[in-house]
Every structure is written in structure tokens, then in C-alpha cells.
């Protein structure tokens, strides 16, 4: 059998959509592995609860590197290289690239967005698409390019808006989508490297 692709998760929070990535990667027939994950900042929650499931979790701090995000991504790209990643999955991860390291992973790296793309890129996805009286929100795992949230898009699952959704309900709805499409757009990508 061929040996699963390295993929690293990176994260700013919670990490729920990671924590979804190394459960599917507990399945023998997973074409992947979560070999790390990393975040920008100490506090992200995922941190301990990679770790927790004996992943090796790493901060690689932004704020050692002031404004300097260029070099931040540096030291993220050899962290990566040095562990023999061969697929970054975002996950949360809430620091706008730099063309450095949208570069270096070009056509290996994965983002998650909590809409129908290219609707509502972004943040305050589901706030806008309440106020604008959509019908249906959903969520879309695209590659990464140098637009925010753009890049051609990989998979995407759709939730219907329901009457009296507030965005906190809409929020739940859509992210039990994300967990299950993340992880069955990324099995899927990883087979046809
Ligand atoms: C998710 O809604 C994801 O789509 C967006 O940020 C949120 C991260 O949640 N990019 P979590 O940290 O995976 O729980």
C-alpha cells in the first residue's frame, strides 16, 4: 500500500474542523495523515487538543516576528519542509498570506470557507447571508490563491436557512457540514496527486 500523504493543519482557534481531519485519518483506508498541526498563535485551543491526540502541535508565534509576515511564513514553510509535508489543509487559520507562501504551496494547499463561494468570502459569512435573506448557506473547500478566499473550488455542501435561524444556529449547521466535507474533499484530492 502506498503510504498516506503528509497533510499539516493550520490553525488560529478552536480547531474543530482539524480535530474532524484526524478522525478521518484514524480510518486504516485514509489516503492521508495529520502529521502536524500548527498555529500563529499560542492560545489556539486546537493546539492541546491536537496534542492531546498525540499529534505534534506547534506555534510558530506571529508575534516574534512584528509585522514582518513574509518572515513569519518563512519560519512556518520550513517547519513544513523540515517534517516532509506534502499538503497544508487551513482550518481556521485567520492570517491573510503573503504571495510567499501561496507560492511555495501552489496547488497543495486547502482552505475551508463557511459559504457557498464565491458568495460571501470573508468573515461575517453568515451574518450577511441572514441579512440578505438567502434560502440556502453552506460551505466550500477551494485551493488556495493569492485572492482571499478565492481559488478554484474542490468540493461544497449545502444547508438549507431555516425560518428564525440566527447566525449562532446557521454557524452550528453549517460547520457539522464542514467536518464531513473537509475531510471527504481532502481524501479525495490527496488520491489524485
Ligand atoms: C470554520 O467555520 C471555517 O470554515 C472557517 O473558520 C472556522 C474555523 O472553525 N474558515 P474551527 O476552528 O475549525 O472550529
Known amino acids: ?60 508565534d506571529q508575534r516574534a516576528f512584528g509585522k514582518d509576515r513574509e518572515a513569519h511564513e518563512r519560519a512556518i514553510d ?14 481556521g487559520y485567520m492570517r491573510i498570506l503573503t504571495p510567499f507562501l501561496v507560492d511555495a504551496w501552489e496547488g497543495r494547499m486547502l482552505n475551508i470557507h463557511p459559504s457557498l463561494l464565491p458568495a460571501y468570502p470573508g468573515l461575517d459569512t453568515h451574518g450577511r447571508a441572514l441579512n440578505a435573506g438567502e434560502v440556502e448557506a453552506g460551505c466550500t473547500v477551494h485551493l488556495v490563491t493569492a485572492g482571499v478566499d478565492e481559488g478554484p473550488i474542490l468540493g461544497q455542501a449545502r444547508v438549507p436557512i431555516l425560518p428564525g ?29
Open 1 to 60: 500500500m502506498t503510504q498516506p500523504t503528509k497533510v499539516a493543519v493550520l490553525i488560529s482557534g478552536r480547531g474543530s474542523n482539524m480535530e474532524a481531519l484526524l478522525r478521518a485519518a484514524q480510518d486504516p483506508a485514509c489516503p492521508f495523515e495529520i502529521a502536524l498541526v500548527l498555529a500563529n498563535k499560542p492560545e489556539a485551543g486546537g493546539l492541546a487538543t491536537a496534542e492531546a491526540a498525540g499529534i505534534e502541535a506547534l506555534c510558530v
Open 78 to 91: 520550513a517547519a513544513l519542509k523540515a517534517r516532509g509535508i506534502q499538503v497544508i489543509a487551513l482550518a
Open 165 to 193: 435561524d440566527t447566525e449562532a444556529l446557521l454557524a452550528q449547521r453549517v460547520l457539522q457540514q464542514e467536518h464531513r466535507l473537509y475531510a471527504a474533499t481532502l481524501a479525495e484530492f490527496v488520491r489524485g496527486l
